[in-house]
């Protein structure tokens, strides 16, 4: 069993930045793509970003040139950093890991951008 476990969420002010991390556990994190989703109130579950287990990334349109994801296998995490934040970037974001057998997903963090 794979836990997931973020952190970094809060309050944040409209051109701000904040790092998001998402620490799991077991032994097959390095093997797989993880990433990012987030779920403003209302909508459904969107991409955000991904990185495959070679280190290739993508990104939803709405986030390219100001999300950047980056993983540490040695430490089994992945990150968001999150720049130039904008006040529709609000939502709960949840980090995943996609294996061949089952996908794991965290229990999410709040991420409210606002003045």
């Known amino acids: 069993q794979v836990r997931m476990v973020e952190s970094g969420g809060g309050l944040v002010q409209p051109g701000g930045s904040l790092r998001l991390s998402c620490a799991a556990s077991?032994?097959?994190?390095?093997?797989?793509?993880v990433g990012w989703y987030r779920q403003a109130p209302g909508k459904q579950r969107d991409m955000v970003a991904g990185?495959?287990?070679?280190?290739?990334?993508n990104y939803a349109d709405s986030v390219k040139g100001r999300f950047t994801i980056s993983r540490d296998n040695t430490k089994n995490t992945v990150y968001l950093q999150m720049n130039s934040l904008k006040p529709e970037d609000t939502a709960v974001y949840y980090c995943y890991l996609r294996s061949t057998t089952k996908n794991y997903w965290g229990q999410g963090t709040q991420v409210t951008v606002s003045s």
């Open positions: 990185i495959s287990s070679a280190g290739i990334t």
């Open positions: 077991g032994n097959i994190f390095s093997l797989n793509p």
